[in-house]
Antibody
Framework: QVQLVQSGAEVKKSGASVKVSCKAS????????MHWVRQAPGQRLEWMGW????????KYSRKLQGRVTITRDTSASTAYMELSSLRSEDTAVYYCARDPIGSSGPYYCDDWGQGTLVTVSS | EIVLTQSPGTLSLSPGERATLSCRAS???????LAWYQQKPGQAPRLLISGASSRATGIPDRFSGGGSGTDFTLTISRLEPEDFAVYYCQQYGNSPPAFGQGTKVEIK
C-alpha cells in the first residue's frame, strides 16, 4: 500500500530555513507527482507547491514563490520541501501528499504523509 | 485565483441524520475538478471525493458529491459516529489549487 513517511518535527529560529523530507513506498515514485500542503494551527489547508516526480517540473504558490523549493531524489523515492526566511507565520504542520494523476497538473491528493510540525520562534 | 467558500462553518447534527455541506467557488471550476477531504483532530486529511462526484477507494456510499460550475455539495446520507470531523473542498481545475476554509460537523 502507498506510504508517505515524513521527517520529524523541527524548531527553527526566525530567518532560518527548514527542509522536510517525504519518503514514498508502495508505488512507482516517478509515475506520480507530489504536493506540499501546510496547515497553521486552527487554519485551513494551504497549498504550497507540487513536483512531477518523473521529470522534476515544479509549480509553486505565488504567496510562497521565492521562499519555497521542492525537489526530489528518485533513487531514494523521496521528495523534499525547503522553506527559507522563516517567520512566525510559517509555524504549521507540513504535509506531503501524492497526486494520483502524475503528468500535467497539479490535481488533487489521494494519499498523505503523517505531517511534520515546524515551529518558528523568535 | 479561485477562492472557495464553504458553508455552514459548523453543522450540529445527531448520528443518523443527513448532512449537506456546500462549497462555492468565486469562478467556474474547470471540468468539475473538485475534491472533498475529511480531517479528524491530529490526523492528516483523507480523500473522500474527486471529480466532484467520484468516491475514492474504500469510502462508504453514504458519502456522495455533486454539483458543477461554481456550486458543489457533499452529502452524508446518515451520519455515523466516525463521520464527525472537519470537511474541506479543494478545486484543481485552475492553477493554483485552493482549499475552502472547512465545515466542522459536530455532534448535537
Amino acid at each position: 500500500q502507498v506510504q508517505l513517511v515524513q521527517s520529524g518535527a523541527e524548531v527553527k529560529k526566525s530567518g532560518a530555513s527548514v527542509k522536510v523530507s517525504c519518503k514514498a513506498s508502495g508505488y512507482t515514485f516517478t509515475s506520480y507527482a507530489m504536493h506540499w500542503v501546510r496547515q497553521a494551527p486552527g487554519q485551513r489547508l494551504e497549498w504550497m507547491g507540487w513536483i512531477n516526480a518523473g521529470n522534476g517540473n515544479t509549480k509553486y504558490s505565488r504567496k510562497l514563490q521565492g521562499r519555497v523549493t521542492i525537489t526530489r531524489d528518485t533513487s531514494a523515492s523521496t521528495a523534499y520541501m525547503e522553506l527559507s526566511s522563516l517567520r512566525s507565520e510559517d509555524t504549521a504542520v507540513y504535509y506531503c501528499a501524492r497526486d494520483p494523476i502524475g503528468s500535467s497538473g497539479p490535481y488533487y491528493c489521494d494519499d498523505w504523509g503523517q505531517g511534520t510540525l515546524v515551529t518558528v520562534s523568535s | 485565483e479561485i477562492v472557495l467558500t464553504q458553508s455552514p462553518g459548523t453543522l450540529s447534527l445527531s448520528p443518523g441524520e443527513r448532512a449537506t455541506l456546500s462549497c462555492r467557488a468565486s469562478q467556474s471550476v474547470s471540468s468539475s475538478y473538485l475534491a472533498w477531504y475529511q480531517q479528524k483532530p491530529g490526523q492528516a486529511p483523507r480523500l473522500l471525493i474527486s471529480g466532484a462526484s467520484s468516491r475514492a477507494t474504500g469510502i462508504p456510499d453514504r458519502f456522495s458529491g455533486g454539483g458543477s460550475g461554481t456550486d458543489f455539495t457533499l452529502t452524508i446520507s446518515r451520519l455515523e459516529p466516525e463521520d464527525f470531523a472537519v470537511y474541506y473542498c479543494q478545486q484543481y481545475g485552475n492553477s493554483p489549487p485552493a482549499f475552502g476554509q472547512g465545515t466542522k460537523v459536530e455532534i448535537k
